[in-house]
């Protein structure tokens, strides 16, 4: 870490016209001067601030203004700046799993030691942080006489924009984020149209707002990203669409009392992010949102592993057989996890979830006294749990255990200490949860502090156990898992199980906007690898909506250390495209990205942990696509074979998505691979060294 005073600088700037004192401008410089951001405060004593990137506006002029509070007058504007400090840091560290083996941490740092006025002269300090990539910010409530307690009614932050900017945006549920994204311009966004949604078992969607990473393109070409980082108590923001005035205004997620935040000084806000690019593909690469974030807090990690894993769940989803027993369909029977065991085993994957193997099924969806339903220890009595954990250690398969809390988070806290030490004395070291439903107590909502509290008390309490969290229906990925690398992954957006049931199905573009929403802040368990596209035996109005060679080029195109091969055993007998599933890695030491555009299209490269194999993933929308890409990735003077997972001629996602050529060819470092998409097509390659 170095500090240093020399490269920020405090200008006096003339403000004209104006009789009053002329307002001191504190300018920030990212490390390689691509970003710069001002920072004063307005005749009103409100902090404001800009930002530009390369010569370009990226944010106009923007108020921070700060927090109603109730019971005592907003902490809003009427300040002076007491001092202020700078700071360059920077640091490379290694994260635990992910997408490269060392990230550069490097920023340049402010923070303004703020004082009111007036009596009662309460403090705050903003803090910005200005990368080459983007910048966060946050405010910070020291510890002061007289602000003990505090209830926030709502935090005013701006964040005002060039111009009507091309957005792709999903509704500011405070619910859920299972939405498909929808592409306007600012102007247009009209959230509250999606409050109706027929399959969605919670949602509201109070304001025309937003749920973050939400990401623009300007028309002088520059991509915006806005999200949070280190979202830690503290409620979630949407942002609020204000047209007349062309910005985005923060926008909390409320409770049953209409506070937003209930908090004890000294507290800070999570970071305020926004990602900054000239390209596509620049977004991509960033790793602000981690950056932001503390580093890991736990001592031993080696019980924390990325896997592929399969799954007693497809099949509910296709309604083959169900959940709870009382159907007489049960899923989760010893048998049939045994089965899946023996197809894991065979085929280089690490592990397997059962869903529906714990007794409350029969009192889930649809049901709203669900409190002390859902029992985790005990198994339905077709379901023999240690014989299952013991023929999976005998095969090599650890189980992964499900927790589906049905969104009653009150019970399942009052069961964390039994349930997990259930897990340790079996040696599972992972669990998939859920939150399915409205929450209980109502009026308090997913995305809401006292929902934000439990999800941490779940990763800490997990991560005392050593334990795995893929958390379904849980809170927006906000860079924690720098942190909490037990917090794995995360399903915080609409995944591929809609496809076997929803009236609206994800359409074809769905998978090349994720990367620059959603996966922006946590690895997505979408639940790749479906090779039977159309499974009428099963639903025949229902259908994946991409080809097969797409499904493999998923594991590469979308990051989490927990990839599922999602699909029955038996729709993969047989068809030489699992090889792929077979061989594709989970964890990189290096990830490039070889072309992008949100909503159309993206291509990676990724190099896999400790080995010297590659794998290409690129998908496309709707749209076929022809890419030539240079295998500069790959290491000079070496020769590799390519194994080419490909879209057949005449594929299609609709018309004939399983037509999928596979071939192989040898390549160096010189070699133009030409990669032909279907509509709703990719490809998947994977390089090994000769
Ligand atoms: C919704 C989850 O996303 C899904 O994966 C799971 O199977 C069901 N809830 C049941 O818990
Ligand atoms: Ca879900």
Redesign the pocket.
């Known amino acids: 870490m170095r500090t240093t005073t020399f490269l920020f600088s405090a200008l006096l700037l003339l403000a004209m016209g104006c009789n009053r004192q002329a307002p001191a401008t504190f300018t920030v410089f990212s490390p390689a001067k691509k970003i710069s951001v001002d920072v004063w405060l307005n005749a009103d004593g409100v902090p404001a601030y800009r930002v530009a990137y390369n010569g370009k506006i990226a944010l106009d002029s923007s108020l921070l203004g700060g927090f109603d509070l109730r019971d005592a007058p907003a902490l809003h504007g009427g300040w002076r700046v007491k001092s202020h400090q700078t700071r360059d840091f920077s640091e490379t560290w290694q994260p635990v799993y992910g997408q490269e083996k060392e990230i550069l941490n490097h920023y340049q740092e402010l923070t303004l030691n703020l004082e009111e006025q007036q009596a009662p002269n309460r403090l705050m300090n903003l803090v910005f942080r200005v990368y080459d990539d983007g910048l966060g910010f946050r405010y910070e409530i020291p510890a002061q006489p007289g602000l003990d307690s505090v209830i926030i009614m709502d935090e005013n932050t701006e964040f005002k924009l060039s111009g009507d900017h091309l957005t792709w945006w999903q509704p500011g549920d405070w619910d859920i984020y299972e939405h498909l994204y929808s592409t306007t311009k600012f102007s247009e966004i009209d959230a509250t149209s999606k409050r109706k949604h027929p399959d969605l078992a919670q949602t509201y969607i109070p304001e025309n707002a937003v749920n973050t990473p939400v990401t623009q393109k300007t028309a002088d070409l520059l991509y915006l990203v806005f999200h949070e980082a280190a979202l830690i108590n503290y409620s979630s923001m949407t942002l609020k669409v204000d047209k007349d005035g062309l910005k985005w205004m923060s926008e909390l997620v409320g409770s049953p009392d209409d506070s937003k935040a209930k908090l004890k000084a000294p507290f800070h806000t999570p970071w305020r992010t926004v990602q900054i690019g000239e390209k596509a593909a620049d977004i991509l690469a960033s790793r602000l949102i981690l950056n932001l974030n503390e580093p890991n807090k736990l001592e031993d990690v080696s019980w924390i592993k990325p896997v592929k894993y399969v799954g007693i ?1 497809w099949e ?2 296709l309604n083959k057989n169900s ?1 709870d027993m009382a159907s007489g369909r049960h899923g989760a029977t010893t048998a049939n996890a045994k089965r899946l065991i023996d197809f894991a085993s065979a085929n280089n994957i690490p592990a397997m979830l059962v ?1 529906g193997w714990n007794t409350g099924w029969e009192h889930w969806i649809g049901f709203d006294d669900r409190e002390g339903v859902f029992d985790f220890v005990t198994p339905y009595p077709d379901y023999d749990l240690d014989e299952v954990v013991r023929y999976g250690k005998e095969k090599g398969v650890g189980l992964i255990i ?1 927790h ?1 809390t049905s969104a009653a988070p009150r019970t399942y806290e009052q069961q964390l200490d039994t349930a997990y030490a259930l897990c340790r004395r079996l040696g599972v070291h992972a669990i ?1 949860t ?1 939150y ?1 439903g409205t929450i209980i107590p109502k009026n308090e909502y997913h995305q809401g502090q006292w929902m934000i509290n439990h999800f941490q008390k779940v990763t800490e309490k997990a991560a005392e156990y050593q334990i795995c969290i893929d958390g ?2 849980t809170i927006k990925g906000t860079g924690l898992q720098r942190t909490w690398p037990n917090f794995w992954s995360r ?1 915080t957006f609409r ?1 591929q ?1 809609f496809e076997a049931w929803s009236s609206d199905m994800n359409p074809p573009e769905h998978l090349t906007i994720l990367p620059f929403t959603m996966g922006l802040g946590s690895g997505l368990d979408y ?1 790749p690898g479906i090779f039977e596209i159309k499974f009428d035996k099963y639903k025949d109005k229902n259908q994946v909506n991409t080809t097969l060679a797409k499904q493999l080029a998923l594991y590469v195109t979308l990051y989490s250390p927990v990839q599922m091969v999602a699909d029955l055993p038996e729709h993969y007998e047989g068809n030489p495209a699992l090889q792929f599933i077979r061989d594709v890695a989970v964890d990189w030491d290096e990830t490039r990205v070889i072309n992008a555009e949100v909503g159309d299209y993206v291509t990676f490269a990724r190099k896999a942990k400790g080995s010297e194999e590659w794998f290409l993933g690129s998908i496309t929308d709707e749209k076929p696509r022809d890419f030539q890409v240079k295998l500069d990735f790959l290491s000079p003077g070496a020769t590799y074979t390519a194994q080419i997972y490909a879209d057949a001629p005449d594929a299609h996602w609709d018309d004939n998505p399983t037509a999928v050529a596979i071939s192989s060819q040898d390549v160096n470092n010189n070699t133009t691979l030409n990669l032909k998409l279907a509509p709703g097509g990719g490809v998947a390659v994977r390089f090994v060294k000769k």
Request: proline share 0%; no cysteine; hydrophobic share 25%.
């Open positions: 769940w509910m989803h959940w869903e499900h589906e998939k859920g399915v379904h229906e399903e995944g199980e639940t």
